[in-house]
């Protein structure tokens, strides 16, 4: 659960630090190549809460409670950030549709 949840606080998105990463990440992003919410549905739901059963591993000891309980807390962090990222999408395309 430990060595889960570290790779879940440490990724790194391929390409980090490379000149203008950022505006990289914002067009991939955009275009729904690959961010935020793209990280979460295709890895971190179906692999560390369907596969891993991150939520419904029992008998573990307190360190790896402490360590699933920091993961399923970073889920909802992230669910929220996604649904807010998707809100200003709609926000912005429907501002830019002037409706």
Do not use: W
Not at 25 to 52: E, F, N, Q
Not at 80 to 94: F, K, P, Q
């Amino acid at each position: 659960m430990e060595a889960i949840k570290r790779q879940v606080l440490n990724f790194e998105t391929p390409g980090t630090g490379i000149p203008h990463f950022a505006l990289h990440a914002k067009a991939t992003t955009h275009a729904g190549i690959y961010g935020l919410s793209v990280h979460h549905d295709a890895i971190l739901r179906p692999v560390v809460l369907g596969h891993r059963d991150v939520a419904g591993r029992q008998g573990l000891a307190p360190s790896a409670e402490a360590a699933r309980n920091r993961l399923l807390g970073i889920r909802l962090v992230f669910e929220a950030m996604c649904a807010r990222a998707s809100h200003a999408t709609v926000s912005a395309t429907r501002f830019q549709r002037g409706q």
